[in-house]
């Protein structure tokens, strides 16, 4: 009996962690992309001045004369850390995706200069994978078998529409419209073998929820650029408005198990369902201001918020997960500052411009320490690349962590730590 009740214990361990690391969700911090960006700490509402604009601030599209096409990669390097004061454990995880393509084409309608932009942005990145398994052996040929594993891929993209045009000398207005598609499914398996000196049981289940995305939301963008004005002054303001709506998720849920305890078999009808749900999305808006130093350094500072605080996130999340017990999320406002630089080295060679940025951010979360305080962490990041006539290719490096103390006392409680490297590669080609 004591050796089951020590089992048991391990057990919930396992399952208590690994379920903490799934329910943490994604990142709802949502900002624009492209490793140029990324180097400045996501200082750009007041740049926004390359094919990656539109999901910066569409005004900033008027800045470009000549077509232009990107596509921006990521890599994430993961490391999650929890000490459960009886145990501690680190696991690490890796992927990556495809965050961007875009295009942008500037033309004249009735004499008039505009500049359209089409683009594909992914927004919610919904992988995750956790695996852990104990394995337990006794006297006398007796043992016991563990594994649980999680896994979660896919997420939600926006496809962007948007279009701009110069209303005055020094002001730009640009729109755009997000249509929100996608699909994800997490999937989680479950297995305890035991063949202990009293008693024999195995365990097997399985579940999958095949998840679809949909919904539509628009963005609004100005720029005051006074590099046009009589006495140029290198100084842009960016401001840019994202609606708040619903993200309409459909779910298809399927489970399995199979149990057999001492000979007696348990395998009921595998259990299928179809729900609807919808997360609330927030009203986001942002203020970002550059300033060109000389000809070759550029600082930039971006503050923007999001409204989550005015909508149902955490009962919707929990709703479609299914862990109500477990959410510890919170329907708190998302307020990011974020600051960065450029400077241009142009005398290295002479068919290329090597640039070189850094740059940091806050890293506000919806979840709450014990104390009932806001986390937030921070970000630190820099990047280079290559600039040339017919293209740049851009690299940069961020490293970001928050902490979640939720440590009732030296007994009881936890502390989650969360730190993420990423690696962006973007490459902009001008025809």
């Not at 609606?243 to 009921?268: Q, S």
């Not at 550029?298 to 862990?323: M, P, Q």
Request: aromatic residues 16%; glycine residues 10%.
């Amino acid at each position: 009996m004591k050796t089951r009740l020590i089992l048991f214990f391990l057990l919930c361990s396992i399952l208590t962690y690994a379920q903490l690391d799934l329910n943490l969700g994604p990142d709802w911090n949502f900002t624009g992309v492209g490793a140029r960006a990324a180097g400045m700490g996501g200082a750009f509402i007041g740049v926004a001045d390359d094919a990656t604009a539109i999901s910066w601030n569409p005004a900033g599209l008027t800045q470009l004369d000549k077509p232009e096409a990107s596509i921006v990669g990521r890599g994430l390097a993961e490391v999650y850390e929890v000490d459960f004061n009886y145990w501690a454990e680190t696991y690490e995880d890796e992927h990556g995706i495809l965050n961007f393509l875009s295009g942008v084409y500037p033309f004249e309608f009735y004499g008039k200069q505009f500049v359209a932009a089409l683009g594909v942005q992914r927004q919610l990145d919904l992988y995750s994978y956790y695996h852990d398994e104990y394995f337990y052996e006794g006297i006398g040929g007796s043992f016991a078998e563990y594994v649980y594993e999680t896994f979660s891929e896919g997420g939600a993209s926006t496809i962007t529409l948007g279009l701009a045009h110069r209303m005055a000398s020094i002001l730009s207005f640009g729109v755009a419209a997000n249509l929100w598609v996608g699909e994800a499914y997490f999937e989680s398996n479950d297995m305890v073998n035991e063949n202990l000196a009293d008693s024999i049981y195995y365990w097997d289940y399985h579940d999958r929820s095949d998840l679809t995305f949909s919904g539509v939301n628009f963005v609004c963008g100005a720029m005051l650029d006074f590099n046009y004005k009589n006495n140029p002054t290198p100084l842009r303001i960016g401001i840019v408005v994202k609606t708040p709506f619903d993200l309409a998720v459909d779910e298809e849920f399927f489970m399995e198990e199979y149990a057999n305890e001492g000979g007696i078999i348990y395998e009921p009808d595998p259990v299928e369902s179809s729900n609807s749900y919808a997360l609330g999305m927030p009203l986001i808006f942002g203020l970002g201001v550059s300033y060109r130093l000389g000809d070759n350094l550029t600082l930039a500072i971006d503050v923007e918020s999001r409204k989550f605080g005015d909508t149902t996130l955490k009962e919707d999340y929990a709703d479609l997960t299914g862990n109500d017990e477990e959410i510890i999320m919170e329907n708190l406002d998302l307020n990011q500052f974020r600051f960065g630089a450029e400077y241009l080295f142009t005398e290295i060679w002479d068919f290329a411009v090597v640039p070189l940025r850094f740059g940091g951010k806050s890293l506000p979360t919806l979840f709450q320490n014990l104390d009932e305080e806001q986390v937030i962490g921070a970000a630190f990041s820099f990047g280079t690349g290559l600039i040339t006539d017919q293209y740049s290719m851009d690299i940069s490096f961020e490293n970001s962590a928050f902490e979640i103390d939720r440590k009732i006392s030296d007994d009881d409680g936890f502390i989650y730590t969360k730190t993420v490297n990423t690696l962006t590669l973007s490459c902009i080609y001008y025809f």
